[in-house]
């Protein structure tokens, strides 16, 4: 299955760039420096994709084994807290949850991203317990400074993989978390340093290399980029105030559903299993509002919640399968009505697909969105298992909890929406990119090896590199879009742009010939002087 625009192409291609200039130390992208990230993911596909080629595959195996990493270390921490059955239980939470499983099967930054931040913070956690004995060996077996050694030098990876923002999340957590423990310090100010100079030890010598070799340029494009995200929706990634706190309850059903009963009163036997709690819950709402304050508004700069979030869930499951608390309206109520959703959007979309009639009628009236509408892709009834699926995975869960059955209830529940999930990629993901995007990509691909440039316009699209392989060009005018359109140019242009409802500057042009179209894309040609 082909990666989707933007983001899976952006990182893909970075990768691909590295791969063929051989080198490692910048981020490309159309074979010109790319400021917006620094390099430890692209490395991790570069790898990959030396080892087994270019393409989709390799793009997306590292987030693949940072999934089994994740659930590994989710279950040990969990083991190591509460005990085995709570070690399996946040781990299948984790598993079990639709957006936290899906981003396993991505190629995007984030679950390595939130992996780093989470095992940082954690190893800070332990330290203090350390420190302060709050907890036994069999907790806390390591020594204060290996913990804060770990937690730093894992920090300044995650650095490496997204930005600074990986520190500030970090920093705002112990500083909400020492506020709230009446300014006691749960490490010393010293060891504090220490920590923060080993976040930076890595991050600083690959940028000290970077602009030693290159001047400051990095630093000033990343620091104006980050900036743009703070303060504007970029790239048209706009939302309202509770957008987070949507993506979150819905996204990461049905763990979202437990979490929220986990952020109330909770009978736990041990002050450190109390305190790991208070983390999680100071962790979740930094992050859940951070990112709401934020005015670029993407579903995962809110991923680092899937953490707390499944913990707390966890929490939940665990007291009802002891009886600790009961399985109440609520949380009957919270499953039916976000899984109903599911259920529905995965049943009534392949029979309203037999009528598309009806769904071009609700639909966008634009030219692109009407053409997307088009496409030749077939739906049949089959379609629905998903949702027949998770509606069938509901009733026998809520059947359980409600008779005492919390265990099987649990398995049937996070088990059974891991199976909708690969049901639903199965029946749907190829579909959805056969109308969104496959006329495009397919003309990219179709521009592999050939002596062309290939140019979108007015619209920007990363799969003109990633899918027609381009190489480096030995002419830098191409760069220039101006010339492409008007300019002597050396080479044929393929050019792609959206339908719209009225003609462009492409059509009016002398020397600039239609070609075709298919679903909402409009193909032209220009010849070579």
Known sequence: MRLFDWDEINFAEAAREMTVLGDYLRVHIDFKPFYEKPPFFFWCQALMMNIFGVGEFAARLPNAICGIITLIYLYNLGHKLHGHRFGILWALAYL????????????????????????????VIL??????????????????TSYLLTGGLVLGIAILTKGPVAFLIVGLVLGIYWLLNRFRWFISPLQLLAF?????????GWFGLETALHGPAFGQAFLDYSIRLLSTPDAGHSGFPLYHFIVLLVGCFPASIFSIRG??????????????????????????????????????YSSLCYFPLTYLAALTL???????????????????????????????????????????????????????????????????????????????SIWGYTHRQARMATLTLFGGTAVFLTLGLWFYVGRIEGISQDAAMRYFERAKGKNVYVSTYDYHSYGPFFYADAQPMPNPKHYDKEWLLTGPVDRD?????????????????????????????????RKRH
Do not use: C
């Open 96 to 123: 079990g949850s639709i957006t936290p499983h899906l981003y396993f099967r991505s190629g995007i930054i984030d679950p390595f991203f939130n992996l780093f931040i989470f095992v940082s913070l954690a190893n």
């Open 127 to 144: 330290a203090a317990w350390k420190r302060d004995r709050e907890a036994g060996p069999m907790i806390v077996s390591r020594s204060v």
């Open 196 to 204: 923060t100079a080993l976040a930076w030890l890595l991050p600083a």
């Open 263 to 300: 952020q109330g009163n909770l009978f736990l036997e041990r002050s450190y299993q109390r305190d790991f709690r208070r983390w999680m819950v100071i962790l979740f709402w930094v992050v859940l509002i951070l990112f709401s304050i934020v005015q670029s508004k993407i579903v995962h």
């Open 318 to 396: 665990s007291q009802l399968e002891t009886g600790r608390i009961a399985f109440n309206g609520w949380l009957v109520t919270g499953l039916l009505v976000i899984g109903g959703l599911f259920v529905i959007a995965f049943t009534a979309t392949p029979i309203l697909a037999q009528h598309m009639d009806i769904v071009r009628a609700f639909a966008d009236k634009d030219a692109f969105s009407q053409g997307n509408l088009n496409a030749d892709v077939h739906w049949t009834l089959w379609a629905m298992l998903p949702g027949i699926w998770l509606a069938v995975v509901l009733g026998v």
């Open 493 to 525: 242009v393929w050019l792609i742009r959206k339908a719209s409802d009225t003609p462009t500057r492409l059509d009016s042009l002398p020397d600039v010939r239609k070609t075709g179209e298919e679903n909402g894309f409009v193909f032209y040609l």
